[in-house]
């Protein structure tokens, strides 16, 4: 008896409303087996006439195809069989019929299901004869060919197929052993080497039973390292392997052997889903350790893996060469090569709902691009409308997406806090010593284990002071004390998240002073010593809170609608649980990107400063960017690339230029001036006239009164702190992200102290200071009801917004001048990254050989995304500005730009800064015309009292009237959120965070806005712009509020403005020799840029940097294709190659984005 397990019922119809209900069947139920095959064949038969009888309003539905599943009951009611499955019945005209397991091993071929294509595959008990023969009467399109699964369960067929295709394998060698008499073989055995049939395998190497089924492969060891053997097995648990001490090989048996790979203790996985789309994932080998890692939710640690050309050929050929559309298999990375190790025929990638969606859709395309002619069912080949990255472009005509380039900072952390000291006492200069800090005079300390001797010297140093008062040691007592607090505090919080003293939230530096330190006050004089000190300044806090994650992962997530296919929001019905309704999943935003990244057509690579904030600000972006799921651990090690090699992202805050120096002293004069702000001062201070300054210097009236006023505040702060401390109520009270009542008391008065100085001046250059932490509390400690804190936050933030942007410059030429100091390798790398878009290369493309039924194979989207600091978007905002790209008299747009730049008084966490190249293939590949950049920003998130303030901007990539028509809707995303508010946040670990404003959408009808003018490259009809994200605007008609937020606690995850086109034509010539003229007249840039080339020197062989000839291995790195007219700076920085698509999260997540890009 056939049975649909959830299909509409007999009279319903099948009309578009049933259509993501899944149809599956089953042969047979259990019970009733020896009703046999004409029921079946009549059961299903009857059924689809009943639902055409009642179809009236549509014509009769063609005959149905029907997919079987033949295999072993634990693998065809698996999870991912049954998730790829329910996708499959999506296609209109497909039928699932799972094959009953009794029926496989009890009946006769003849009495099996019929279908019209057959899903095989054999695993443990499997009669794969009868599959044989079952498929030799029925003749079903085959997805796996059954003949090639008797090979694939013999690991000599295996090698032998693998070496015929010329697909790199490990050296090995195969011992047959006859079984009865096994002594006769060609084995040698010595102490530390086996020989097989005359050829030598030193240990380490690997003994692998012939017998694919049976997953008993040891390593054995050289005695040098211990000797014994890692003997491997399926997983128990949480076991893949124990090391025994026995070091002689197996006796009996066959075995394969070949020489140990020395990968970096990761094996990836690659899952082909036929030859044009393979997704990649690297887990911890189990020669490793044995030990199995598994996640909060206990499933085994998989990480995303970028496959490099070459890796996507070999997926191409086993796939072809085992005939296995679904085909799973073995990489190991080792010494710059990929040799395939073990292919496993017919395997899904397990909880990847991303990966889900791919299959079933390829599978889907597959059957019907084969079988729908003879059924003479009307389906054409879908062509994958995202497949080219084509959009529309302002002036109305379609050109190619190829890169997009952004830098972004950080997002939201905790208040960065330091403390400076002189410390003259011999362990101390040990210390810098032995770390080497005499070669440069300065020293960081970064790693616990030197974090720990620096704790260790505090202690001991108190331990001192404690037992005699009148000893040597000079180091101030409150300080040592405070030095030993900080080292001990933050590595009991994030136990769980980095293991003790992660040197990722703090860090000493360490800086050589010849005659000590100048002192700063006429009382210090007599106690002070000559000869050489250290001045220790010790950083903490600024790490990124739960908040910064949640926006990074967001932006990523909304990142994805930049490109192409990505905006089809519109298409979908809401309230269906898959994205691929209708048979093709274009329907949610972002998918395009994911496609492009899984068809290999998409040449990622993410940079991050040093810092640990930035760092996990990269990784949380990368995983809402490329739909990952799980930590951001394993995302952060595989993904994201440190640049932190020559300046590229970090700058040494504490060298700052002499240009720096004097404009943070004029600032300083300027601020301590007790009397109202005159005009000449409006003229010293804001030479530029920039509104967002005049406003706050309007706000501040006269410094010195506005800086007695946040000194007040911020003593009522402290006492109010104080206060609630001695109340027993709330002594153990927790704040947001584990902080106590008294750190946040330790923080405030700290600044107290430093803010005002003994001779009764203020330290300017702390306003930061202030402000980043009223900011943090009033943000997430509102729930404290702290007594004026709006206050404090209005006045420290217009003290901060004048200080902030002008520590920058003041005037233009400094604003440049510094910026210059900042930026130019950036600058360098993003020249590169745009001259070397339409350089043809071989990295990330498929070979033309194989790329046929790939739509334009050659192609490909390169993205690249820095993560930095606020120091390096505030330089790199100005170079734009001031650097001369365009003159604002004669550009309209570009004045408007300017304008509203000029307005955004703050650089906010998130902070944007892209660029996109397009290019028109209609146009003389010559010609100037034929690559356009459009050039967009964001000031980040949202402050907390911006709603009156903002600077309004002319939209995301306004575009000309004439695409009106064809695609009304291109940039709103308006239907995506109605459901499943809040599935976003990674269940690992608890946040407590009240969501209240990413859910609250305003936006103007039909997310358009009308521009007054058009600029000169528009038509000339009137243009309106399309908004990207929802868009944000002060008259917004509708508020829409969000239900079900199941989020207490005391913060909320402000959202982010929306991405603001500031030139949407410029030709890729202009911003070339812009960048060209920028770096020339830095005439810092030049020394930077050689101190960068020596340090690559050191780091690479200088043969890859000056061969383009050099064949391409298989992990290319970027360099060796260069042609060597071009800079090389920065040739060290691997390459990695596209991902094939990462572990991805779940549907509801993707169909209910919550972009938090509006007010």
């Not at 049976?214 to 000797?227: E, L, R």
């Not at 405070?482 to 003293?501: I, R």
């Not at 001695?726 to 700290?750: C, F, G, I, N, V």
Request: net charge negative; proline share 6%; hydrophobic share 30%.
């Amino acid at each position: 008896m056939t049975e649909p397990c959830d299909g509409p019922g007999a009279g319903e119809g099948q009309g578009r409303d049933q259509r993501d209900v899944p149809r599956f069947m089953l042969g047979c139920e259990d019970d009733e087996q020896d009703m046999g095959q004409m029921e079946t064949g009549m059961k299903s038969e009857m059924y689809r006439e009943e639902e055409m009888e009642d179809d009236e309003d549509e014509s009769p539905p063609e005959r149905q195809i029907v997919v079987g599943i033949c295999a072993m009951m634990k693998k065809s009611k698996s999870k991912p069989m049954t998730q790829i499955l329910e996708r499959l019945c999506k296609f209109d005209y497909i039928n699932v019929v799972i094959f009953p397991e009794e029926v496989i091993l009890e009946e006769p071929v003849e009495k099996w299901p019929l279908c019209d294509c057959l899903i095989s595959f054999h695993s443990k008990g499997f009669p794969l004869d009868k599959a044989v023969e079952y498929a030799k009467l029925r003749n079903p399109l085959l997805i796996n060919d059954l003949n090639m699964q008797y090979y694939i369960q013999d690991r000599r067929e295996v090698y032998r197929i693998l070496r015929e295709e010329g697909i790199d394998l490990p050296r090995y060698a195969v011992l047959n052993r006859d079984p009865d008499n096994p002594e006769e073989c060609n084995l040698v055995e010595g102490e530390d080497h086996v020989e097989v049939n005359g050829e030598v395998f030193p240990k380490p190497f690997v003994e692998k039973p012939v017998c694919a089924e049976d997953h008993n492969v040891y390593i054995y060891y050289p005695t040098s390292a211990g000797g014994g053997s890692q003997r491997l097995f399926r997983k128990i648990g949480s076991r893949s392997s124990v090391y025994s001490p026995e070091s002689s090989v197996r006796k009996t048996g066959s075995y394969i052997y070949e020489e140990f790979m020395p990968t970096d203790g990761t094996d990836v996985k690659v899952y082909t889903v036929g030859p044009d789309y393979a997704h990649a994932e690297a887990r911890k080998s189990p020669a490793l350790d044995g030990k199995v890692e598994r996640d909060s939710e206990g499933k085994e640690i998989r990480y995303p893996v970028m496959l490099t050309s070459m890796e996507k050929l070999v997926a191409r050929k086993v796939c072809l060469a085992f005939k296995q559309t679904v085909c799973g298999f073995d990489l190991l990375r080792a010494n710059g090569h990929s040799f395939v190790c073990d292919v496993n025929g017919f395997s899904f990638v397990k909880n990847s709902m991303k990966y889900y969606d791919d299959c079933a859709k390829v599978l889907g395309n597959m059957v019907m691009r084969e079988l729908a002619p003879q059924f003479h069912i009307p389906w054409s080949i879908p062509m994958e409308a995202e497949d080219i990255p084509i959009v529309p472009t302002t002036s109305g005509t379609m050109m190619e997406l190829r890169c997009v380039i952004a830098i972004i900072r950080h997002g939201d952390r905790t208040p960065k806090q330091k403390m400076k000291m002189e410390v003259r006492h011999p362990l101390f200069f040990e210390l810098f010593d032995k770390y080497g800090g005499y070669k440069s005079g300065k020293l960081k300390l970064k790693k616990p284990k030197q974090l720990q001797e620096v704790l260790d010297i505090a202690r001991l140093l108190l331990v001192e002071l404690g037992q005699h008062t009148d000893c040597e040691i000079e180091e101030k007592k409150s300080k040592l004390e405070q030095l030993k607090t900080v080292l001990e505090m933050e590595s009991s919080l994030n136990d769980t998240q980095y293991g003790h003293f992660s040197g990722i939230n703090r860090k000493v530096q360490l800086t050589y002073l010849r005659n000590g330190q100048p002192k700063a006050s006429s009382e210090e004089e007599d106690s002070k010593k000559d000869g050489p000190s250290l001045l220790l300044v010790l950083k903490w806090g600024g790490e990124l809170t739960p908040a910064g994650r949640v926006q990074a992962e967001e932006l990523g997530r909304a990142f994805r609608c930049m490109y192409p296919g990505g905006q089809a929001g519109n298409r979908r019905s809401l309230g269906c649980e898959s994205p691929i309704d209708f048979g093709d999943y274009a329907g949610f935003p972002g998918c395009g990107l994911l496609r492009l990244h899984s068809t290999y057509r998409h040449d990622l690579k993410i940079y991050a400063s040093d810092e640990g904030r930035v760092q996990m600000t990269a990784a949380a972006f990368a995983k809402g960017l490329l739909a990952l799921e799980g930590e951001l651990t394993p995302i952060l090690v595989q993904m994201v690339k440190s640049a932190n090699m020559n300046g590229l992202l970090d700058s040494d805050s504490d060298s700052l230029t002499d240009c720096q120096q004097k404009v943070k002293a004029r600032l300083h004069e300027i601020m301590q001036k007790d009397q109202e702000l005159t005009q000449d001062d409006y003229q010293k201070l804001a030479p530029t006239g920039s509104p967002s300054l005049v406003n706050s210097m309007k706000v501040i009236e006269n410094p010195v009164k506005t800086c007695d006023k946040v000194y007040g505040l911020i003593q009522s702060l402290t006492s109010q702190i104080r206060k609630r401390l001695e109340d027993p109520k709330s002594a153990d009270l927790q704040l947001y992200h584990s902080e106590t009542l008294e750190l946040m008391l330790q923080r405030w008065s700290k600044l107290e102290r430093d803010f005002r100085t003994k001779n009764g001046r203020y330290d300017i250059s702390k306003i930061p200071d202030i402000y980043d932490c009223i900011k943090y509390d009033s943000q997430h400690n509102a729930s404290l009801g702290l007594e004026d804190t709006l206050e404090l936050f209005r006045l420290s933030r217009a003290l901060a917004d004048i200080v902030i942007p002008q520590e920058y410059g003041i005037s233009k030429a400094e604003k440049l001048d510094i910026a210059q100091a900042y930026c130019v390798p950036l600058m360098k790398k993003i020249q590169l990254d745009l001259q070397r878009t339409h350089e043809d290369e071989a990295v990330n493309k498929l070979h033309p050989l194989y790329s046929r039924g790939v739509m334009s194979p050659g192609r490909h989207v390169r993205t690249r995304l820095y993560f930095t600091s606020e120091s390096h978007v505030h330089s790199l905002l100005s170079i734009f500005r001031y650097g001369g790209l365009l003159d604002e008299e004669k550009d309209w747009q570009w004045k408007q730009a300017m304008d509203y730049l000029s307005a955004v008084s703050e650089l906010n966490y998130m902070t944007q800064i892209v660029i996109m190249l397009y290019e028109d293939n209609d146009k003389e590949p010559s010609s100037e015309e034929r690559f356009h950049v459009e050039l967009h920003f964001s000031p980040g998130v949202k402050g907390c009292e911006d709603e009156e303030n903002v600077p309004l901007g002319y939209g995301f990539r306004p575009a000309s009237s004439e695409n009106q028509d064809k695609k009304p809707n291109q940039g709103s995303l308006e239907d995506l959120s109605q459901d499943q508010v809040d599935q976003a946040l990674p269940v690992s670990e608890p946040i407590n965070i009240q969501r209240r404003s990413p859910m609250i959408r305003n936006r103007k009808t039909g997310s358009m806005e009308v521009l007054s003018e058009t600029s000169p490259t528009q038509s000339s009809k009137g243009s309106t712009s399309h908004r990207l994200f929802p868009s944000c605007s002060r008259q917004s008609p509708e508020i829409k509020p969000a239900s079900g937020l199941g989020f207490e606690g005391c913060s909320m995850v402000p959202s982010i403005y929306p991405l603001e086109t500031l030139h949407n034509s410029l030709s890729l010539k202009q911003v070339d020799e812009f960048l060209n003229n920028v770096c020339e007249s830095s005439s810092e840039a030049h020394a930077k840029t050689m101190k960068a080339l020596s340090s690559l020197f050191d780091s690479q062989s200088q043969t890859s940097l000056y061969s383009p000839q050099q064949p391409l291995s298989s992990s290319g790195s970027e360099t060796s294709l260069r042609p060597p007219s071009q800079p090389l700076w920065h040739g060290s920085i691997p390459s990695s190659a596209v991902s094939s698509a990462g572990p991805s999260s779940p549907i509801t997540e993707s169909s209910g984005l919550n972009f938090s890009f509006s007010e």
